[in-house]
C-alpha cells in the first residue's frame, strides 16, 4: 500500500500528526464534521482517529471501504459502534493508559472536595459569607476507600488512597483470583466493598452488566452517610435513584463528572447542595492530552506500516 491514509477527526495533540506523518502516513486533520460530510470523505482514509465528538456508526463504517483501524484517543469508546466495526474487519483500539494519572487525581480530588465541603465553602466565602459552622468536614484518614475497578486508573486510585492512609477495598469482576494488588488494598466481594466503604469511586466500563449498576438497590445497600465518586461512565448510575438516596440523607454526598447524557444540561442533582460536578473532565490535562495522543500515532504507525496490533478492543 503506497499510499496509506489517516483522518484525524477530532482535537488532539499535534504530536499525534508528527508522530504518524514523520512514520510515513498521509494525515488529514479535519474536525468538527457533520455525520454526512464525514460520510463523504471517509471512504478515502485506512485510519480514523478520534476522541470523543466524533460518532463512529454503523452508516459511516458502511461508507468506510478503505478502513483497516479507528483509534479512540482516551479508553472508552462508547462513541465507536464496536459490533459493526468488526463485522466489516475494522480493527478498534483505546489508549488506556495515557490517561490513568488524569483520571485518578480527578476522583482524589473529588474525595477530598466531598469530605470538606471545599466548592460550597469557596462560592459561600466569595459570595461574602463567613459560614464556618456550615462547612464542618470530615477526615479522609482512617476512613474506608471502596474502589470498584482497577484497571489502570482504579489501581492508581487505590494506592493513592493507602498514600493517603485510608483503608482501601477494591473489587473488580474482570480480575483473575491471582491478580496482584497495589500493597495495602484488600481484595472483596462486591457487596462488603459497598455496605463497608464510607466512600465508593467507580472506575468501570460502560457494559450490559455494568449499566446502572448503582441503582436503588445497590445505593440502598452503601453505608448510611457515606459518599460516591463517578468518573468513569454516566450510565453506571441511575440518577434519579442517586437524586433518592441523597435527598434522603441516606448518602452524604456524591461528585460526578460523567452522566447518562452528556451534555447534561440542567439535571434534578444539582439542586442538590451535598453534589459536586464537572463536565466529563477526566482526561482533561495537557499531559493526558499529549499522552493519548502519542499512544495512538504509535500503536496506528506500527499496525498500518508494520501489521503490528495493540490496545485492541476487538478481535477481527
Not at 499496525?303 to 476487538?314: T, W
Amino acid at each position: 500500500m503506497s499510499d496509506i491514509k489517516v483522518l484525524v477527526a477530532d482535537d488532539m495533540s499535534h504530536d499525534a500528526v508528527d508522530i504518524m506523518s514523520k512514520g510515513g502516513l498521509t494525515v488529514d486533520v479535519n474536525t468538527g464534521l457533520a455525520p454526512d460530510k464525514l460520510g463523504e470523505i471517509i471512504g478515502q482514509y485506512h485510519g480514523l482517529a478520534v476522541r470523543s465528538a466524533t460518532k463512529v456508526t454503523a452508516a459511516i463504517l458502511a461508507k468506510a471501504t478503505a478502513l483497516r483501524i479507528v483509534g479512540r484517543a482516551g479508553v472508552g469508546v462508547d462513541n465507536i459502534d464496536v459490533p459493526a466495526a468488526t463485522a466489516r474487519k475494522v480493527q478498534v483500539i483505546n489508549t488506556p493508559s495515557g490517561n490513568a494519572v488524569a483520571a485518578g487525581e480527578l476522583a482524589i480530588g473529588f474525595l477530598f472536595a466531598l469530605a470538606r465541603k471545599i466548592p460550597q465553602a469557596s462560592a459561600s466565602t466569595t459570595s461574602g459569607g463567613w459560614e464556618k459552622k456550615k462547612f464542618m468536614g470530615v477526615e479522609l484518614t482512617g476512613k474506608t476507600l471502596g474502589v470498584v475497578g482497577c484497571g489502570s486508573i482504579g489501581r492508581g486510585v487505590a494506592e493513592r488512597g493507602a498514600g493517603l492512609k485510608m483503608r482501601v477495598l477494591a473489587y473488580d469482576p474482570a480480575l483473575g483470583a491471582d491478580a496482584d494488588l497495589p500493597a495495602g488494598v484488600e481484595r472483596v466481594g462486591f457487596d462488603e466493598l459497598i455496605s463497608r466503604s464510607d466512600f465508593v469511586t467507580l472506575h468501570l466500563p460502560l457494559l450490559p452488566a455494568t449499566k446502572g449498576l448503582f441503582g436503588k438497590d445497590t445505593l440502598g445497600k452503601m453505608k448510611k452517610g457515606s459518599y460516591l465518586v463517578n468518573c468513569a461512565r454516566g450510565g453506571i448510575v441511575d440518577e434519579n435513584a442517586l437524586y433518592e438516596a441523597l435527598k434522603s440523607g441516606h448518602l452524604a454526598g456524591a461528585a460526578l463528572d460523567v452522566f447518562e447524557n452528556e451534555p447534561c444540561g440542567q439535571v434534578p442533582l444539582f439542586e442538590l447542595e451535598n453534589v459536586l460536578a464537572s463536565p466529563h473532565i477526566g482526561a482533561s490535562t495537557k499531559e493526558a492530552q499529549q499522552k493519548v495522543a502519542v499512544e495512538l500515532a504509535e500503536v496506528f504507525l506500527d499496525f498500518l506500516k508494520n501489521g503490528r496490533l495493540r490496545n485492541a478492543v476487538n478481535k477481527v
